[in-house]
């Protein structure tokens, strides 16, 4: 195996929510993107951040233990678990229904409203597709495509307001299976366009 520099990934990510999903498969169709790393499947850009967009994916794995070994004899999956945490840096409006999350909002000539507490009972929890492209260091028409189907803000917000930075705000946004589409292709895809 050959040490490739060109294989290390420096780029900045771009983010969308509300994009179309791809279809789902064995494998699936891959989210598709034109030449500029935007998905053709529309969707509302988070616009500009700061500091890394990190995706977390592990499966939670139990060893079983046997009176007759001192080490594991084998291992099972019992959970997974996938994030996208940002920090946004614009006030869209897609971007920050994610983050108030569950509470009611409008948008309109003149404002971007949102407005909560006490609810009148469950309330049910917004989810989004959500779609991230990085254009490839070495290959600018090549990009890293990451879907995550259906995911859901756990972190709620924080606005800060000083007089010596930008006021950015922290998304958490945590996968859920989606149960519409084909078994193994329920949680997340990730490709790399090849050069």
């Known amino acids: 195996m050959a040490q490739t520099p060109a294989q290390v990934q420096i780029g900045a990510a771009r983010i969308w929510t509300g994009v179309t999903k791809p279809a789902s498969g064995g494998p699936p169709?891959?989210?598709?993107?034109d030449a500029a790393g935007v998905p053709t499947?529309?969707?509302?850009?988070v616009g500009y951040t700061t500091g890394?967009?990190?995706?977390?994916?592990?499966?939670v794995k139990n060893p079983i233990m046997?009176?007759?070994s001192l080490n594991p004899v084998d291992v099972y999956v019992t959970s997974e678990e996938g994030?996208?945490?940002?920090e946004a840096m614009e006030r869209t409006f897609a971007t920050l229904k994610l983050a108030f999350d569950n509470v009611s909002n409008a948008s309109g000539v003149g404002e971007d409203l949102f407005y909560g507490g006490d609810s009148t009972g469950l309330s049910s929890v917004f989810t989004t597709c959500c779609v991230l492209t990085s254009r490839r260091r070495?290959?600018?028409?090549?990009?890293?495509?990451?879907?995550?189907?259906?995911?859901?803000?756990?972190?709620?917000?924080q606005l800060a307001y000083t007089r010596t930075k930008e006021s950015t705000?922290?998304?958490t946004m945590s996968a859920l299976i989606d149960t519409?589409?084909?078994v193994g292709d329920r949680l997340f895809q990730w490709y790399r366009q090849q050069v």
């Not at 499947?41 to 850009?45: A, I, L, T």
């Not at 990451?146 to 803000?153: E, F, I, Q, R, W």
């Open 169 to 171: 705000y922290k998304v």
């Open 138 to 157: 070495l290959a600018p028409t090549k990009f890293e495509v990451l879907t995550v189907y259906k995911a859901y803000s756990v972190e709620g917000i």
């Open 41 to 45: 499947g529309g969707g509302d850009e």
């Open 83 to 86: 994030s996208l945490v940002f």
């Open 29 to 33: 169709t891959i989210t598709p993107i």
């Open 66 to 68: 046997a009176e007759q």
């Open 180 to 182: 519409t589409r084909t």
């Open 52 to 59: 890394p967009a990190t995706f977390s994916y592990k499966q």
